[in-house]
């Protein structure tokens, strides 16, 4: 803790200098020029209200009424001045003032008129939902509420974020019930849900590229839907059998605002982030946002660091109430070390659990210039056009390419329980695109008594990349017990020159056309029908040595999705039960007799039941779910006459139940909770897997997060957070011979909220549990960090 506070003294006093000097008033001024504004903001009914925003148009000034309704506020220029006063739930109110310089101007009759159409936001905002908001229309691609939705599906809000001090995405992932954060090498960080792994999001919606860097700072929410989904999102890397996840990024809006963060830690960890907005005239229908983030930190271990930056710009603009046109992008570049652990030899290797390794937790055996240096350009532009009130056009397109300057992936392969093989793969230069173009026509309307709402759609995508790498390589064989040679990249880049690298460039397309109706025979009932028809097609890899094509197929697949809703209490409670499809393109496989077998698509098919429910005046939300996946047409080996052929009769099946649990028992006090319970396993597969576990698909998942903020007195504005996780043993190599240990996260945080500022500390992983992701990399031992913001 010392070592924090040395920290803090140091990287932290200027950022408080600076906010503390902003939020002061301009004493360089003579009182001639300014002076002061004070009032009482009251109801219809006389009762003073609390936490009103009142603020002088034009300018920075504002203030937040206090339990008597009273506000002060301060360097106002002198003259005519306008206020405007703000708060959920009641009528806007604007009120001119003249302010005489070097006097205290008491404006009298502010009088706000309750709004009781804002009353249910009122509910949302201030009750239950300080963090979730489980509404969105990119779900369904539809109007549809949550309680109206068949499928479940989870949102993390960057409210949550900022509490958390989410520094990277897998933080803000285990607030998801039953989700396990997962990490590629390349970069992209991603989840196992219901059992099955993925690493690459969607973006508002889109296919992205295969390396996507991502910094939370950039995001508005995560949505996270569950269960196979290729009915609306096709076949690619973006989706898998349990689910996709959805990062909706943050977008202009109408007022001048901002906010600066400065955040310091444990080994080494800064961050610098600017979030400011702006319309860019009078009339407010051009709008712009900009989102910039630095951030670095070093390693627990005795090699190992980290830097991430983005700027992401954002742009919109409203030519009227029918059309509007956005346009966002990211760009990101990023500058890590990376390490994963294989288990080569399980004869020889007598260890079954990470724990027992030998290997000293905060031991690397790498060296910090065997790094990646990556980035990825993501441009996105949408335009949308209401026809009329019941239909309107939504037009897509995201640009998103990613790329490896350098890369050198290191694996250390343990052959004996003190021998390890630690080996490489060089890939250097190596690019990764997706282009994406997306048509839907969204429809809310009635065919006679019965409502329909509709969405229409077709969607392009390219996908293409240039590869340059080595194969799996061996650098040395070492004894851990021993001292070790040091492991150079100059070396790895001797090796791999003598070596040689293989060079191939790939590109496919596919073509989409879906439709989703959710049809309401009653308000209480009601039916989704969902058919998706899509065509892929590729040359397959392109060998820039020989100048051959290998791997030239083409397919086509159905993807259907039946839901049914039946609320037993309208917006309250929601029985519901669906048939989910999702799709994989295999391509064609050469035999060991010369001939070649053409496989059909990949399919995983879900039923699931599940009740939904938003009670006790929005205090208290959530859903319980039970579900079966079914994969079949997957491929295994079969051994033939002593020679492996390719068959494609292979089975899965996942199956479990979720809990989600998000309440508002008391004003200030919110508790996020979950769990899940899966079991996925090869029911048919090669004989190495058959009846195995899926690796790292714990059987036991579970999130808690509980919030109290205090309102009133002199601690008004200081809130504590306290919560963790629970993730169970799962296999770590797919012969369920070695165990990915179980763990136990104990995290909290302490802040102070004010109308201009924001002070947070964090401590993770209080418990300093020693655990491993499913790339068998240790993780972070106990670590705190210290947050400033200044909002403007």
């Known amino acids: 803790m010392s070592l924090l506070i040395k920290m803090l003294q140091k990287r932290v006093f200027f950022s408080l200098v600076f906010i503390?000097?902003?939020?002061?008033?301009?004493?360089?001024n003579g009182q001639g020029n300014f002076g002061s504004i004070s009032g009482i903001v009251q109801d219809s009914a006389g009762k003073k209200l609390e936490h009103a925003a009142v603020t002088v148009k034009g300018s920075n000034l504002s203030a937040i009424t206090d339990s008597k309704g009273a506000f002060i506020l301060n360097n106002v220029p002198a003259g005519n001045n306008v206020l405007a006063i703000l708060k959920v739930g009641f009528k806007p109110l604007e009120k001119s003032v003249e302010v005489v310089g070097g006097e205290t101007s008491f404006v009298t009759n502010l009088v706000l008129d309750e709004d009781i159409h804002e009353l249910d936001e009122v509910e949302?905002?201030?009750?239950?939902?300080?963090?979730?908001?489980?509404?969105?229309?990119?779900?369904?691609?539809?109007?549809?509420k949550n309680m109206e939705n068949p499928q479940v599906y989870n949102v993390v809000g960057k409210e949550l974020m900022k509490e958390q001090v989410v520094m990277e995405r897998s933080d803000m992932y285990r607030n998801i019930p039953g989700a396990v954060p997962n990490f590629s090498a390349g970069g992209?960080?991603?989840?196992?849900i219901r059992g099955f792994s993925n690493?690459?999001?969607?973006?508002?919606?889109m296919v992205t590229s295969a390396i996507f860097l991502l910094n939370p700072i950039v995001l508005e929410r995560l949505e996270v839907l569950r269960g196979p989904s290729g009915t609306l999102f096709g076949s690619n890397r973006n989706t898998s059998f349990g689910g996709v996840y959805n990062y909706v990024t943050k977008k202009p809006y109408e007022t001048q605002g901002g906010e600066l963060t400065m955040t310091v830690g444990s080994f080494n960890s800064s961050r610098v982030t600017a979030d400011i907005n702006t319309p860019l005239n009078e009339k407010k229908n051009v709008l712009f946002r900009l989102n910039t983030a630095w951030q670095s930190e070093g390693s627990f271990q005795d090699q190992g660091f980290a830097k991430i930056y983005t700027i992401a710009p954002s742009?919109?603009?409203?030519?009227?109430?029918?059309?509007q046109f956005t346009v966002d992008a990211d760009f990101t570049r990023g500058n890590y070390t990376n390490l994963s652990t294989a288990i080569g030899n399980m004869t020889n290797v007598k260890v079954r659990n990470f724990k027992d390794l030998k290997l000293p937790y905060n031991r690397s055996l790498i060296n910090n210039s065997a790094d990646i240096e990556n980035g990825v350009n993501n441009v996105q532009g949408e335009m949308e056009y209401k026809f009329s009130d019941k239909w309107k056009s939504q037009t897509k397109f995201l640009y998103s390419e990613g790329y490896y300057k350098d890369f050198i992936w290191t694996t250390l392969s343990y052959i004996t329980d003190s021998t390890v093989i630690r080996q490489f793969r060089n890939q250097t230069p190596e690019t990764f695109g997706n282009i994406q173009a997306q048509q839907n026509f969204i429809g809310d309307f009635k065919i006679g008594p019965f409502r329909n709402r509709m969405?229409?759609?077709?969607?392009?995508n390219k996908n293409y990349n240039s590869l340059n790498r080595t194969a799996m390589t061996n650098y040395d064989t070492i004894n851990i017990n021993k001292p070790v040679k040091d492991y150079s990249a100059d070396k790895i880049n001797e090796i791999s020159s003598k070596r040689g690298f293989s060079a191939t460039t790939f590109k496919s397309e596919s073509f989409g056309a879906y439709v989703s109706d959710a049809l309401n025979f009653t308000p209480n009932l009601m039916v989704m029908l969902s058919l998706r028809i899509d065509k892929y097609s590729t040359k397959g890899n392109y060998d820039l040595a020989t100048g051959i094509y290998s791997g030239t197929y083409e397919q086509v697949s159905l993807s259907p999705k039946l839901g049914l809703v039946y609320q037993l209490v309208q917006d309250k409670i929601t029985l519901f039960t669906n048939y989910m499809n999702g799709f994989v393109n295999l391509g064609p496989v050469a035999q060991p007799d010369n001939t070649v077998l053409v496989l059909n698509p990949q399919y995983a098919n879900q039923l699931e039941a599940g009740v939904k429910f938003d009670v006790i005046k929005n205090k208290l939300a959530g859903g319980i779910s039970l579900y079966?996946?079914?994969?079949?047409?997957?491929?295994?080996?079969?051994?033939?006459?002593?020679?492996n052929f390719t068959v494609q009769d292979g089975t899965q099946r996942s199956k479990g139940y979720e809990l989600e649990l998000i309440a508002n028992p008391v004003k200030g006090l919110n508790i996020i909770a979950g769990y899940a319970n899966n079991e996925n396993k090869y029911t048919k597969a090669s004989a190495a897997i058959e009846n195995k576990y899926v690796t790292a698909s714990p059987k036991h998942v579970g999130n808690l997060w509980v919030s109290y903020t205090i309102f009133n007195g002199v601690l008004d504005g200081v809130g504590l957070g306290v919560g963790g996780n629970y993730v169970g043993e799962s296999w770590f190599e797919s012969s369920n011979s070695f165990v990915l240990p179980s763990y136990t996260l104990l995290n909290a945080s302490v802040f102070y909220e004010r109308p201009k500022y924001r002070i947070t500390l964090k401590g993770n992983n209080l418990l300093n549990e020693h655990y491993w992701n499913p790339t068998g990399t240790p993780q972070k031992p106990i670590n705190f960090l210290a947050s400033v913001a200044y909002k403007f």
Request: charged residues 20%.
């Open 455 to 460: 969405v229409i759609g077709f969607d392009y």
């Open 124 to 144: 949302v905002i201030i009750g239950r939902q300080k963090f979730a908001k489980a509404e969105s229309d990119q779900v369904a691609r539809m109007p549809l």
């Open 628 to 643: 079966d996946i079914s994969v079949k047409n997957s491929t295994r080996i079969d051994v033939i006459n002593g020679k």
């Open 315 to 323: 742009f919109t603009y409203k030519v009227n109430d029918k059309l």
């Open 20 to 28: 503390i000097g902003m939020s002061l008033p301009n004493l360089s």
């Open 199 to 205: 690493t690459n999001g969607l973006r508002n919606g």
């Open 188 to 192: 992209s960080q991603g989840l196992n």
